[in-house]
């Protein structure tokens, strides 16, 4: 599986943007991107996901480098319950991967 | 609609015993993921259920093995449990292909 590389940290204040960086040099043509994110005492929820283009959708937006080697999940306004470790994963679109490799994640802290 | 249900929610076994756990996924979905987590080494893949078929296995011994039923429904059973095992076990319902995961709360299994 192409790896994805995240800070293993950030913090934010509440309200205010915050981007998500993800870094993934080695993605294939045929790689999504997905973004998930866990809650503290609750399982991943899915977030986000895109291939090129940048998507927006009610949670959040994926912005997606041209070269497709790195994106960014952005968070317009956070809030406190946006507390949660946040995974980037690529996923290959084509042949018979039907699972979700995990890195580590970005755990990410909102001040109040 | 219902979301991905999974019982029980706590378990607490011996070593050298043998425990199922079980999974509801979402009405209308047929593929069925397991995951375990822990502390140590995140979340990693089980294995992954279409249509009663198991379809992808990740690296695990074969203690660790599931089904699925013809109503999508999914167990997993791990025998001779070890200390290694506690953990908490995730299982994800999707429709049909790979992009979105739903994922239940999770059965906590402690092994004493």
């Known amino acids: 599986d192409a790896k994805t590389t995240q800070p293993n940290s950030m913090e934010s204040n509440e309200e205010e943007p915050v981007h998500l960086p993800c870094n993934h040099s080695t993605i294939s043509g045929t790689d999504y991107i997905h973004w998930y994110r866990q809650l503290p005492s609750q399982g991943p929820e899915y977030v986000i996901h895109g291939l090129t283009s940048n998507v927006n959708n009610r949670m959040a937006s994926l912005a997606i480098a041209e070269d497709r080697k790195s994106s960014t999940l952005i968070l317009h306004r956070a809030t406190l319950r946006d507390a949660a470790v946040y995974y980037c994963?690529?996923?290959?679109?084509?042949?018979?991967?039907?699972?979700?490799?995990f890195g580590k994640g970005t755990l990410l802290t909102v001040n109040p | 609609k219902a979301g991905v249900t999974q019982t029980p929610r706590y378990l607490i076994k011996t070593r050298g015993q043998q425990v199922t756990l079980s999974c509801s996924p979402i009405?209308?979905?047929?593929?069925v993921s397991w995951y375990q987590q822990t502390p140590g080494q995140g979340l990693q893949f089980l294995f992954e259920y279409f249509s009663e078929t198991q379809r992808n296995k990740g690296n695990f011994p074969g203690r660790f093995s599931g089904r699925q039923f013809s109503n999508s429904r999914s167990e997993m059973n791990v025998s001779t449990l070890e200390l290694g095992d506690s953990a908490l076990y995730l299982c994800a319902s999707s429709w049909a292909d790979i992009y979105e995961q739903y994922f239940g709360p999770g059965t906590r299994l402690t092994v004493t």
């Open positions: 009405s209308g979905h047929r593929s």
């Open positions: 994963i690529l996923r290959d679109s084509g042949g018979s991967n039907y699972k979700l490799t």
